[in-house]
């Protein structure tokens, strides 16, 4: 039997169901353009380059949104999915760690929150391969990780929410494109 030393990107002590706001990007395995194109809209913008969804993009994007409808206490704030991937920002808001006398659910990680989500979308794209011919993937739809980074404060959250909304004009210099510089970065 193999083993892999998988080595985490977690902070080793940090509660990652604490109450603040969370950067993530969720990648499709093996960076497998699943979701649409950048390319220039002219009814959306003649000049600068857009995310243009297919059905499997728009999916994953309802998806997304029904996460702050299974998680009470959770807030999305701005999302973009691209061709291979998803960059969005969760906020754990308003969940009481410490309440005397009183039943309370525990807050959802970071990590339960992605799986849940990673876990309807694929189970939808399954349906659809099925019932509507979308195309099969192999193996799994999304990387076994994510990337997350805690957010600290107001200014690195509005850099954040920039390059979140700018990512599709962007995207010919970014890294999780296989076509800029004919490689991917892992």
């Given amino acids: 039997m ?39 809209d002219p009814r959306v913008d003649p000049v600068n380059p857009c995310m243009q969804l297919n059905d499997v993009g728009k999916m994953v994007g309802d998806w997304w949104l029904k996460i702050a409808d299974k998680y009470p206490g959770i807030e999305l704030d701005v999302y973009q999915i691209m061709p291979n991937h998803i960059h969005g920002i969760v906020i754990i808001n308003g969940w009481t760690h410490h309440s005397i006398g009183r039943t309370h659910r525990s807050a959802p990680t970071i990590g339960t929150i992605i799986q849940w989500f990673k876990t309807m979308a694929t189970n939808e794209y399954i349906k659809n391969v099925k019932q509507s011919h979308w195309p099969p993937f192999n193996k799994r739809v999304w990387q076994r990780n994510y990337f997350e980074h805690i957010i600290r404060n107001d200014i690195e959250l509005n850099k954040i929410r920039e390059y979140i909304v700018n990512n599709p004009q962007t995207w010919d210099r970014d890294r999780n494109n296989p076509n800029e510089s004919g490689k991917i970065n892992s």
């Fill in 2 to 40: 193999i083993s892999y030393n998988r080595k985490s990107i977690r902070l080793k002590d940090y509660d990652y169901s604490s109450n603040g706001a969370y950067f993530v990007t969720i990648c499709t395995q093996d960076r497998e353009m699943l979701f649409g194109s950048v390319g220039v």
